[in-house]
């Protein structure tokens, strides 16, 4: 499968990497155009990918085109290369635009998935949304569900649940970063040096979303098992709760999803 890339920036990059990683696609048929030739142009140096001059050079060089712009410029992008997408499949991982605002703005109904993947995939840890239109025939459905696949979990949604998805795994890897620096600086506080405070925070954040992924118990009842009587983490507990954790929680959140929903 020939795969081209429409913007080279964070997200891009993570799924450019991980898809060569797990030798999902070769780096000869990854084609990439951005704003930055420089930038983009280094990028495919260092991965051995094709660089193309043009958003137009990208479409006509691959079956599959991922449209990878900020929302701002998904509609600027998609005039400009509509013309040469009647024969390719769209791939969108636009936050916060619908399949049928991509077909507003393409014209015609083309082939259309629209994947919300997230920061892991460059390490094929990603968890990744997924929806297509009654264009994207079975086949290709289940060819591009494997292609994420190979980039880590993969979960098909209805639309309706992007918006929250896009929240809980899109933008949270930057809130559980928030997270374990938060823990880190904590630890250089109390005299940890800030590579190995952030190295024991992160092996503790790992591990612990592990044991919720295989054990059959709930958070809160792991939670329990840490937290002994009369103990120091029923202590902490109570204390962050006190300075509002979830509320914050659950506050940012909801702004995620607000901001998200604002793009259509
Ligand atoms: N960063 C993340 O973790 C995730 C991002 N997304 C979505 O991925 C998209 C890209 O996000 P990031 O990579 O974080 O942004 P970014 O700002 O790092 O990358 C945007 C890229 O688009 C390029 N670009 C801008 N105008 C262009 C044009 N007219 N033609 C071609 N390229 C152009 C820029 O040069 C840059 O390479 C966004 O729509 C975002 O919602 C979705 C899931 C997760
Ligand atoms: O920050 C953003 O808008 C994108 C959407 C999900 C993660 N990053």
């Known amino acids: 499968m020939k795969i081209g890339f429409i913007g080279v920036g964070a997200m891009a990059r993570a799924i450019i990497k991980g898809l060569l990683a797990s030798e999902a696609v070769s780096a000869e048929d990854v084609s990439i155009h ?8 280094k990028f495919a140096q260092d991965n051995s990918v094709v660089a193309c001059e043009s958003n137009i050079q990208v479409v006509q060089q691959s079956d599959v085109v991922v449209l990878a712009v900020t929302p701002d410029q998904a509609e600027l992008v998609l005039q400009e290369i509509r013309d ?21 703005l393409a014209g015609y109904n083309l082939p259309i998935l629209r994947a919300l993947p997230n920061i892991n995939v460059e390490i094929m ?13 079975e086949t290709s459905r289940k060819q591009l569900g494997e292609l994420f696949q190979s980039l880590g979990e993969i979960s098909w949604q209805p639309e309706t649940s992007f918006g929250i998805f896009s929240a809980l795994a899109g933008s949270s890897p930057a809130y559980v970063d928030f997270f374990i620096d ?5 630890g250089v506080k109390y005299g940890l040096t800030k590579d190995a405070a952030t190295k024991i925070a992160a092996q503790a954040v790992q ?7 295989q054990s059959s118990q709930t958070p809160f009842e792991l939670i329990d098992q840490v937290s002994s009587p009369g103990g120091s983490t029923v202590a902490g507990l109570l204390a962050m709760e006190e300075a509002g954790f979830m509320t914050a929680v659950v506050k940012g959140i909801d702004a995620t ?3 998200d929903s604002q793009v259509d």
């Open 182 to 186: 938060s823990l880190s600086r904590v």
């Open 34 to 41: 951005s704003a930055h030739k420089g930038r983009y142009s």
């Open 207 to 213: 591990g612990s979303a592990k044991m919720v992924l």
């Open 84 to 104: 040469e997408l009647t024969t390719k499949t769209l791939i969108s991982i636009v936050g916060g635009m619908s399949i049928n605002r991509l077909e507003e």
């Open 257 to 259: 999803v607000k901001k």
């Open 125 to 137: 840890a990603g968890m990744t949304a997924l929806a297509a239109n009654d264009q994207l025939i």
